[in-house]
């Protein structure tokens, strides 16, 4: 048996300073760890060959399948607000595209599978740790709904990279609907490149907005599609207590697909001002700071997409400031609406709003579980009696208040207290890939070869809003000795 990959490559058809043509670089001795079965599935890869010695070998970068054509992808970015002109794929190679089963196209991508010329300093390799957290939280967003790319597998390559320690050394399967970025125009305008700019937003638009083709003005109507997808993501990232932790501009994708788990993580108690990664001093990249920080890169993006929109510079700026404009009420309607559903309100009346921030104050002066309580408060929509939301406030008068509220508000509704119950725990997850599990289940993989808890993790993970009685204990907050503060880079 071989393995097919049925690669339609367009990116690798555009002009040759838009990447790198570079193979992957062989390993020792690749072994599989995960194969994600029904995402290989989806892609028209057949799951068994996958399973194979020479799969592995495929999935490790040790060998390139007929019809790849690999590339590393060429952009710059904005990290920290500090701007790189040349970043670039420096550990990761893309070895073509294949239209899935929607009949949507996906880039199959090797990240840690070798050095390319971006490398710059770095061995072009990555660790087992990050690739299985970026594994986990990848498929944890995908089943909580959330746009993001995916992880098709996990490999070992039997080789150590060099970090503090020696590590072993992994490789991901990534798939995304483009691996695109906001950095990726930036390489070009910071080289004047309009030309180019054209070529990227024209395959951009044909790939990710083809409903924009037909536009009286594509390139504005392509900004204002980027601008809505990133406020619609970013607004259901704090839905769910998400932290990006580096949104970078070229951590930023021009589909709206999350990408790039590095010190990422989900906040156990709610509080906004939350960071997780170790280099993010200033709280830049902070929970409540990530609406800003989106338009801060779309902005960024707008800039590089002015040569498009108009000759007379002033004009341009007065267009993109416009379009950008757009950005605060996508986000608060999206963020504002899916609160009312996680509250469990089916209507809109004046003073939600005030009911919800309420409860949001309330949760971040008595560190309450962001997660547990939203999943609690269904089950005191169900059940009156219930109280474990209650139990997540250290001071619970501050939750009766609060509550006696919501009822008043919920009881102006026709809706049963069962139809309230289930609405609720279809919006609000009992299961998240919380930081400290994360780190045990590496830990296992890292230092025992163990990945029993990894499968189980994943097993739980891709089935957030069911109850899953047997395993209970995932939905658990850390305790006080469990929690992790931080989460370092993962390179
Ligand atoms: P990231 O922090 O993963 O978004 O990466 C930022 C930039 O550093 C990208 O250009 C990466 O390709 C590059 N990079 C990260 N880790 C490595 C590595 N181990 N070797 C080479 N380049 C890397
Ligand atoms: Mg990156």
Request: proline content about 7%; overall charge negative; hydrophobic content about 45%.
């Amino acid at each position: 048996m071989t393995v097919h990959f049925p690669f339609q490559n367009s990116y690798s058809a555009l002009p040759d300073s838009f990447f790198a043509r570079v193979a992957p670089t062989p390993v020792a001795a690749p072994r599989l760890i995960k194969l994600n079965r029904p995402l290989a599935v989806q892609l028209g890869l057949d799951p068994d060959v996958l399973e194979t010695p020479e799969g592995a070998e495929i999935l490790a970068g040790k060998t390139v399948p007929a019809g790849a054509d690999p590339i590393a992808m060429a952009y710059a970015g904005h990290q920290f607000g500090q701007f790189v002109p040349q970043l670039g794929d420096g550990r990761a190679v893309l070895l073509g595209e294949v239209i899935d089963k929607d009949g949507i196209r996906r880039d199959i991508q090797l990240k840690g599978s070798g050095p390319t010329p971006f490398s710059r300093r770095g061995d072009g390799r990555a660790a087992l740790g990050p690739v299985l957290r970026e594994y986990i939280v990848s498929e944890a967003m995908f089943a909580l709904g959330i746009p993001t790319t995916r992880s098709l597998a996990a490999v070992v390559t039997g080789e150590h990279v060099i970090r503090e320690t020696a590590l072993p050394g992994a490789v991901l399967t990534r798939v995304a609907s483009s691996h695109i970025r906001v950095g990726t125009f930036q390489f070009f305008a910071v080289r004047r490149d309009t030309d180019a700019i054209r070529r990227l937003a024209d395959h951009v638009i044909a790939r990710h907005y083809p409903e924009l083709l037909g536009a009286e003005r594509p390139y504005h109507a392509l900004l204002g599609g980027v601008v809505a997808r990133q406020a619609d993501l970013v607004a259901r990232w704090l839905l769910v207590g998400f932290i990006h932790g580096v949104m970078n501009t070229d951590n930023s994708s021009i589909s709206g697909e999350t990408i790039d788990y590095g010190p990422c993580a989900f906040m156990d108690a709610y509080n906004p001002s939350q960071v997780f990664s170790s280099i993010d001093e200033m709280g830049r990249y902070a929970y409540a700071n990530q609406p800003r920080i989106a338009l801060w890169n779309l902005t960024r993006l707008a800039e590089c997409l002015l040569p498009l929109f108009s000759e007379d510079q002033e004009k341009a700026v007065a267009k993109a400031q416009d379009i950008l404009g757009a950005f605060s009420d996508t986000f608060s309607d999206g963020y504002q609406a899916g609160l009312r559903k996680k509250i469990g309100l089916f209507t809109e009346r004046d003073g939600d709003n005030a009911l919800i921030q309420d409860l949001l104050d309330a949760m971040a002066k008595n560190q309450a579980d962001f997660t547990l309580t939203f999943r609690k408060l269904g089950d005191a929509a169900g059940d009156p009696a219930a109280d474990d939301a209650r139990a997540q406030f250290m001071d619970p008068a501050a939750f009766d208040e609060w509550a006696r509220r919501w009822h008043e508000r919920t009881a102006l509704e026709p809706q049963t207290a069962a139809e309230r119950q289930a609405a609720m725990h279809a919006v609000n997850p009992m299961f998240i890939p919380r930081n400290h599990r994360v780190e045990a289940v590496i830990q296992a993989a890292v230092n025992d070869d163990d990945y029993t808890p990894f499968e189980e993790f994943v097993k739980v993970l891709a089935k957030p809003f069911e109850g899953q009685p047997d395993y209970a204990a995932y939905a658990d907050p850390p305790l006080p000795e469990q929690r992790v503060l931080q989460t370092f880079c993962g390179t």
